[in-house]
């Protein structure tokens, strides 16, 4: 069984920093792309970042200069530096991972969620 668990939400004023963290755990084999998504109400779920297994990374271009993504793959977690926090951040923040598992002499290779972590940009 696989598990994403997140962490480091809260609520923030406008210019302010969060750092969310989300750890992986389980029988896991390999991650390859971990990322970052949110879903603000009445919105759908969007592309935040993503980071490869080699360290590329992509990231919305509305979060683009603000926010850093980055990863530890001995800890299988991944982070999401938040600087310059803006009202329109305000959402829940969803961990995702491709991960590989092992289970005896099988593989699975699935796409895995987390929670979710409520950030909130407010004065």
């Known amino acids: 069984q696989v598990q994403l668990v997140e962490s480091g939400g809260g609520l923030v004023q406008p210019g302010g920093s969060l750092r969310l963290s989300c750890a992986a755990s389980?029988?896991?084999?390999?991650?390859?792309?971990m990322g970052w998504y949110r879903q603000a109400p009445g919105k759908q779920r969007e592309l935040v970042a993503t980071?490869?297994?080699?360290?590329?990374?992509t990231y919305a271009d509305s979060v683009k200069g603000r926010f850093t993504i980055s990863r530890d793959t001995t800890k299988n977690t991944v982070y999401l530096q938040m600087n310059s926090l803006k009202p329109e951040d305000t959402a829940v923040y969803y961990c995702?991972?491709?991960?590989?598992?092992?289970?005896?002499?099988?593989?699975?290779?699935?796409?895995?969620w987390g929670q979710g972590t409520q950030v909130t940009v407010s004065s």
């Open positions: 995702n991972a491709d991960i590989k598992s092992r289970r005896g002499s099988y593989y699975f290779s699935g796409d895995y």
């Open positions: 980071i490869t297994s080699g360290g590329s990374t």
């Open positions: 389980g029988s896991i084999f390999s991650i390859n792309t």
